[in-house]
T-cell receptor, first 112, second 115 residues
Framework: ELKVEQNPLFLSMQEGKNYTIYCNYS?????LYWYRQDPGKSLESLFV?????AVKQEGRLMASLDTKARLSTLHITAAVHDLSATYFC????????????FGTGTRLTIIP | ETGVTQSPTHLIKTRGQQVTLRCSSQSGHNTVSWYQQALGQGPQFIFQ???????GRGNFPPRFSGLQFPNYSSELNVNALELDDSALYLC??????????????FGQGTRLTVV
């Protein structure tokens, strides 16, 4: 059974600081997704990582994938308050059929 | 906006009742997946429909059932509601391309409360 673990579960950081969220998964997969979720809202797609070594950046967020280590990271640079949300990683556990197993989520709070 | 729409957005049901949730997939997407997200948890895969057939199921009891229609819209039915069924229900649509599905796009969700 595929397991996806994120850490930390909760992260409170000051504006302007850098931090990294980690996502580990237990079985082979080369499709990993990062989503953002605001309270009471649906999932907003941030990144789709489709191969080993993939790196994608959008604004202050950068995601990477190491399929050999079964590890993805979401790096936040110079955090701003608008980035406060819950972030989920998800792994496609059916080789391209988009049946996703989600991590537990990281609740990020940016303090002014 | 992802083009995936769900209805209703909120509803309240009594324990033991039955509920039907609806999802219209993004234009051209023939695959619909349903997820349950309990408060404070990550979404959990319920099942997927592809071309009107169930195409995989997560660890949910048979009282969770679904349908997909020829226009690829979908329904999620839950019988004999329990308090623990209270959650945000999300549907996502995608389409196979070159042997792999495209990225799944999520609807805004239906918040179900069972009292």
């Amino acid at each position: 059974e595929l397991k996806v673990e994120q850490n930390p579960l909760f992260l409170s950081m000051q504006e302007g600081k850098n931090y990294t969220i980690y996502c580990n998964y237990s079985t082979t997969s080369d499709r990993l997704y990062w989503y953002r979720q605001d309270p009471g809202k649906s999932l907003e797609s941030l990144f789709v990582l489709l191969s080993n070594g993939a790196v994608k950046q959008e604004g202050r967020l950068m995601a990477s994938l190491d399929t050999k280590a079964r590890l993805s990271t979401l790096h936040i640079t110079a955090a701003v308050h608008d980035l406060s949300a819950t972030y989920f990683c998800a792994v496609d556990n059916d080789f391209g059929n988009e049946k996703l197993t989600f991590g537990t989520g990281t609740r990020l709070t940016i303090i002014p | 906006e992802t083009g995936v729409t769900q209805s209703p957005t909120h509803l309240i049901k009594t324990r033991g009742q039955q509920v039907t949730l609806r999802c219209s997939s993004q234009s051209g997407h023939n695959t619909v997946s349903w997820y349950q997200q309990a408060l404070g948890q990550g979404p959990q895969f319920i099942f997927q429909y592809y071309r009107e057939e169930e195409n995989g199921r997560g660890n949910f009891p048979p009282r969770f059932s679904g349908l997909q229609f020829p226009n690829y819209s979908s329904e999620l039915n839950v019988n004999a509601l329990e308090l623990d069924d209270s959650a945000l229900y999300l549907c996502a649509s995608s389409v196979p391309r070159g042997g792999l599905n495209t990225e799944a796009f999520f609807g805004q969700g239906t918040r179900l409360t069972v009292v």
